[in-house]
């Protein structure tokens, strides 16, 4: 079955920096791949959606990009604030026949001032 | 801004008992979705509907997990009887056609 890997460890960084984080899967490359924002308490929030066939997306200050050789998938998020805080997760749709995303762990972020 | 609407948020509950979760979609998605989270499997898809058909239900246990959407504006997930083991957040979920999954906040339910 369909892996989603991403650092359980938290990443912590300094405002004003970049943060990268990194999302791994095995077997099948997927139909498309997301990623989400989700703070404690609440429901995750949809950020961006890259397809299998570009190589990179973006959206004010994140920026996605999706290697179907390596089977990872990078988030970007330039000039970091301490409100980008939260966990983020990535999810991937196997195919366009079907509506099922399957979500990674996610990773916290960490921006301190 | 549109959003997805759950209730109840909170709910505890002894061991044994039925429990019901409910959820307005955003009008006008006709894919919806139920996930269940905690911290050791993180989020797990249980069941989900296209135009309140269910499509996929294998995440579910079946023998006392329900799922059902008896209209366009009601999804409801039921659990018959309850086990400590059910304790997580609960999420629905819908989504507009190749685009991104909305979220609600979630029902938190404990079973004791």
């Known amino acids: 079955s369909q892996k989603i890997e991403q650092n359980s460890e938290a990443l912590n960084i300094q405002e004003g920096k970049t943060a990268t984080l990194t999302c791994n899967y095995t077997?099948?490359?997927?139909?498309?791949l997301q990623w989400y924002r989700q703070d404690p308490g609440r429901g995750p929030v949809f950020l961006l959606l890259?397809?299998?066939?570009?190589k990179e997306k973006r959206k004010e200050r994140l920026k996605v990009t999706f290697d179907t050789t390596l089977k990872q998938s990078l988030f970007h998020i330039t000039a970091s604030q301490p409100a980008d805080s939260a966990t983020y997760l990535c999810?991937?749709?196997?195919?366009?026949?079907?509506?099922?995303?399957?979500f990674g762990t996610g990773t916290r972020l960490q921006v301190f001032p | 801004d549109a959003r997805v609407t759950q209730t109840p948020r909170h709910k505890v509950t002894e061991m044994g008992q039925e429990v019901t979760m409910r959820c307005q979609p955003i009008?006008?998605?006709?894919?919806v979705f139920w996930y269940r989270q905690t911290m050791m499997q993180g989020l797990e898809l249980l069941a989900y509907?296209?135009?309140?058909?269910?499509?996929?239900d294998s995440g579910m246990p079946k023998d006392r997990f329900s799922a059902e959407m008896p209209d366009a504006t009601l999804a409801t997930l039921k659990i018959q009887p309850s086990e400590p083991r059910d304790s997580a957040v609960y999420f629905c979920a819908s989504q507009e056609a190749n685009y991104g999954y909305t979220f609600g906040s979630g029902t938190r339910l404990t079973v004791v």
């Open positions: 077997n099948y490359s997927p139909a498309y």
């Open positions: 509907f296209r135009n309140r058909a269910p499509l996929d």
């Open positions: 890259i397809r299998e066939n570009e």
């Open positions: 999810a991937l749709i196997r195919s366009y026949n079907t509506d099922k995303l399957i």
């Open positions: 009008l006008g998605h006709n894919t």
